[in-house]
């Protein structure tokens, strides 16, 4: 591993593909390096929410567990046939999920992406996490790929959208309410504090 990081410029891809885990190579149009890349899009979308100096401890903590995996599921999906997402994973963003939602009213209606600028980021993730869902799930109609990681990917969608709920009571907000066209504003509640 490390002489391969030592060198970050070593000109393989120059012709449009670009090589796996197991040593063979794949057009970069692939739907694995796709799925791959936007994998890596998602975990980097992460570092940017991370990168917001409120956040409380328990959000940073859970998404820093989520960065972990996402990198190790982006090695998965380099290595066909390779298993490194689990059942663990995905009951551990399960009961994040539950942990995190817990206290939050119940939900009346459709919420609109918004409101602090940590729940906004977050939001932005979670849409990233269901366009990484969608390349999994086009992935497995060509080639495998085992159910833990289309799970995971589901789950953590789910978990997304409850910690932009959560982010936004946190900053002393509240969810960002969507209205049918010639209601009243959805906008409603919104984060007092903005950042």
Same mark, same amino acid.
Request: glycine content about 10%.
């Given at each position: 591993?490390?002489?391969?990081?030592?060198?970050?410029?070593?000109?393989?891809?120059?012709?449009?593909?670009?090589?796996?885990?197991?040593?063979?190579?794949?057009?970069?149009?692939?739907?694995?390096?796709?799925?791959?890349?936007?994998?890596?899009?998602?975990?980097?979308?992460?570092?940017?929410?991370?990168?917001?100096?409120?956040?409380?401890?328990?959000?940073?903590?859970?998404?820093?567990?989520?960065?972990?995996? &996402?990198?190790?599921?982006?090695?998965?999906?380099?290595?066909?046939?390779?298993?490194?997402?689990?059942?663990? @994973?995905?009951?551990?963003?399960?009961?994040?999920?539950?942990?995190?939602?817990?206290?939050?009213?119940?939900?009346?209606?459709?919420? &609109?992406?918004?409101?602090?600028?940590?729940?906004?980021?977050?939001?932005?993730?979670?849409?990233?996490?269901?366009?990484?869902?969608?390349?999994?799930?086009?992935?497995?109609?060509?080639?495998?790929?085992?159910?833990?990681?289309?799970?995971?990917?589901?789950?953590?969608?789910?978990?997304?959208?409850?910690?932009?709920?959560?982010?936004?009571?946190?900053?002393?907000?509240?969810?960002?309410?969507?209205?049918?066209?010639? @209601?009243?504003?959805?906008?409603?509640?919104?984060?007092?504090?903005?950042?």
């Amino acid at each position: 591993m490390g002489n391969r990081l030592s060198k970050i410029i070593t000109r393989t891809g120059d012709a449009g593909t670009t090589g796996l885990g197991d040593g063979s190579r794949v057009a970069k149009t692939s739907l694995r390096i796709n799925a791959i890349g936007e994998v890596d899009e998602l975990n980097s979308t992460l570092g940017v929410l991370l990168a917001e100096p409120d956040l409380p401890a328990a959000v940073r903590a859970a998404l820093f567990s989520v960065q972990h995996d &996402l990198f190790d599921l982006g090695g998965e999906l380099c290595i066909p046939g390779a298993k490194v997402i689990g059942a663990a @994973q995905v009951e551990r963003l399960e009961g994040l999920a539950e942990e995190f939602n817990a206290d939050l009213p119940r939900l009346k209606e459709f919420i &609109l992406p918004g409101g602090s600028r940590p729940a906004a980021l977050t939001h932005l993730a979670r849409a990233i996490c269901r366009r990484v869902e969608r390349s999994i799930v086009c992935l497995a109609e060509t080639e495998t790929v085992h159910e833990a990681p289309r799970r995971y990917i589901n789950r953590l969608s789910d978990l997304l959208f409850i910690l932009g709920r959560f982010l936004n009571r946190a900053a002393g907000g509240e969810d960002v309410l969507w209205r049918r066209q010639g @209601q009243e504003s959805g906008i409603r509640g919104q984060a007092s504090k903005t950042r």
